[in-house]
């Protein structure tokens, strides 16, 4: 095979923007957030088309939260559904009806239930939006070789190119600032760089999981339930009518650890005539089937130089508890906003640290927890409830090297770290509003509360270009500017400031009750707080140290140290010092 030059694949970049491998919904995420903050990025992906099967279908309220600043969730809500009732069979007889979600009804401050969507319909709406934000993918193109240096990172690739004579394989060397591996458990990009992968196995019986369409009636072909059998013969089966689609997934456990699945067609039809009632000819297709041993397994480093990992590169989870996707899309979303900050302001590249020292602590939190929730509905014989602790919106990063409190807030309070709540609030025209409509967007919001923050404008740092977007929260008998309404960006302009803060009411107090009644809160782009405080000029400070290679480095290295040490191992045990 020639080596072509990177001409000769149009948009494979000019070595000032990123290369992200897999274009699964991490992947796909990642690039959806880097193209509206103007980043110029090139997903490659292995395969011809997107994944096809339904594997990670639950989205978790955080998830959708993120979903909402990216644009997607209206087709996201428009194109799934709510979880159906769990079902307990036995043979024909039905038996147990219930929730596997405690029912958690939205709130002001979270607006979001769970819901599911099919994995394959997830990435085809993230295709969708990130082809409308003017990205592209390019199918058939696997990455085979990498090398950096201190300024980026040269990637060999082989597929089929345009202008290859009758599409033959073709290689090519690509340059890219960053490089970001989304390929998944298998990660190629992870095993070039040699980064290890350490974790057990979860459950050593073999599962089954495949798309299904049944036709006639019978046990488990009423779509208003997740139907399981825990007790068939060989092993637990379960059938759960999948949201926006005419198709069941099906997932089987095997109690005979050396057996072998027969992810065919007809091995399908053998395996739900075995366990249930129904018949062989009613599955009348099989769209996708897939094996597997449920494995934990965390990355040794989610950063290599200029390479990163994230989702399934950085960490492999049990299915159950349906953490894995939700956990990866996060992972893109903390990364997003930081290589924003790095390529188109200026940042130092020290602040990229920061995502390792966020996101691993968090990911081995979330293998233990479904890790736990796999190895009891394996020894209970079924799935158990799911609590708050399975939605994600919990997690924070409290004492990271981006969160600065400067309070002296307490327990059970609002805190730099934390994730900022939603709430209902009136723009000045009386026009309903939301924090969230705030948030939208690839800026930083700063929330100011009561009298004594003044006009909620912060003194800018000289010569940083930080998106911002100022909003003076007013309780509901304070006065609010007349015509300073919700709106546009504002922008650094130098040390005099950014702009007038634009106002809110927040008529039903809401927004105090998620907050407090006075003080500074700087929300990241990421939704979480990253300063809490009563002084402006800490505002100042934290900008600054983002747009600098000052202090905000030395802190980033620090507390990765100190994360290191205390992140918890997937399987809870303290990480060595």
């Not at 099919?118 to 990498?146: D, K």
């Not at 158990?384 to 309070?407: D, F």
């Not at 934390?418 to 700063?446: E, K, M, Q, S």
Request: aromatic share 6%; charged share 25%; proline share 7%.
């Amino acid at each position: 095979m020639e080596l072509n030059s990177v001409k000769e694949w149009a948009g494979a970049g000019d070595g000032t923007g990123v290369l992200v491998a897999g274009a699964g919904p991490v992947g796909l995420a990642l690039a959806v957030d880097l193209v509206r903050r103007g980043v110029p990025v090139q997903v490659i992906e292995r395969s011809g088309t997107l994944f096809p099967g339904s594997r990670g279908k639950g989205l978790q309220p955080r998830t959708q939260e993120v979903f909402d600043d990216l644009g997607l969730l209206p087709a996201v809500l428009s194109a799934g559904g709510p979880y159906p009732r769990m079902l307990t069979w036995d043979g024909d007889r039905p038996g147990r009806e219930w929730d596997l979600n405690e029912p958690m009804g939205p709130t002001p401050q979270a607006p979001y239930g769970g819901w599911m969507l099919p994995q394959w319909r997830t990435q085809e709406l993230l295709y969708e939006r990130l082809l409308e934000l003017g990205g592209s993918v390019r199918f058939g193109t696997e990455l085979t070789g990498l090398r950096q240096d201190a300024d980026g990172v040269t990637v060999t690739v082989t597929g089929r190119a345009p202008s290859g004579p009758g599409g033959a394989p073709r290689t090519a060397e690509l340059r890219t600032a960053y490089l970001v591996a989304a390929d998944g458990g298998r990660s190629t990009v992870r095993g070039l760089l040699g980064t290890g992968m350490n974790g057990e196995t979860v459950d050593p019986a073999p599962m089954l999981a495949a798309d299904v369409r049944l036709t006639g009636r019978g046990p488990g072909t009423d779509r208003g339930n997740w139907h399981v059998w825990p007790q068939a013969e060989g092993g637990m089966l379960a059938l759960c009518p999948l949201a926006g689609t005419d198709q069941f997934q099906l997932t089987a456990r095997y109690a005979d650890e050396d057996a072998v699945p027969d992810t065919s067609p007809d091995g399908v039809r053998r395996l739900l005539a075995a366990r249930t009632p129904l018949r062989p000819d009613q599955v009348a297709e099989v769209t996708w089937a897939s094996d597997f041993r449920a494995r934990a397994a965390l990355a040794d480093r989610y950063r290599d130089g200029r390479v990163l990992l994230a989702g399934d590169a950085a960490h492999v989870h049990s299915p159950v508890g349906g953490q894995g996707l939700n956990t990866g899309v996060q992972d893109a979303y903390n990364l997003g906003w930081k290589l924003g900050l790095v390529l188109r302001h200026g940042a130092p590249d020290e602040l990229l640290d920061s995502y390792e020292t966020e996101r691993r602590p968090i990911a081995a939190d979330v293998l233990g927890l479904s890790t736990r929730l796999h190895r009891s509905a394996r020894d209970g014989g079924g799935p158990e409830r799911r609590g708050a602790e399975t939605q994600q919106l919990g997690i924070g990063y409290r004492g990271g090297p981006l969160s600065r409190e400067r309070r002296g807030a307490g327990d059970g309070v609002l805190c730099a770290g934390d994730r900022a709540p939603d709430a209902p609030v009136l723009a000045a025209d009386g026009t309903p509003y939301r924090l969230f409509d705030a948030f939208r967007g690839p800026h930083f919001t700063l929330l100011a509360f009561g009298a004594d923050a003044g006009d909620g404008t912060p003194v800018r740092p000289h010569g940083c270009t930080v998106p911002l977007r100022s909003f003076h929260v007013a309780g509901a008998d304070e006065a609010v500017r007349v015509g300073a309404g919700a709106g546009e960006a504002v922008r650094a302009g130098g040390a005099g400031g950014g702009g007038a803060a634009r106002w809110l009411r927040d008529a039903e107090g809401h927004a105090v009750a998620a907050y407090a009644e006075r003080g500074l809160f700087l929300v990241r782009p990421d939704g979480y707080l990253g300063l809490a405080t009563h002084d402006p000029a800490d505002v100042t400070a934290y900008l600054a140290d983002l747009c600098t290679t000052g202090r905000c480095a030395a802190d980033l290295r620090g507390a990765e140290r100190s994360a290191d040490a205390h992140a918890p191992a997937v399987d809870g045990a303290p990480r060595p010092a």
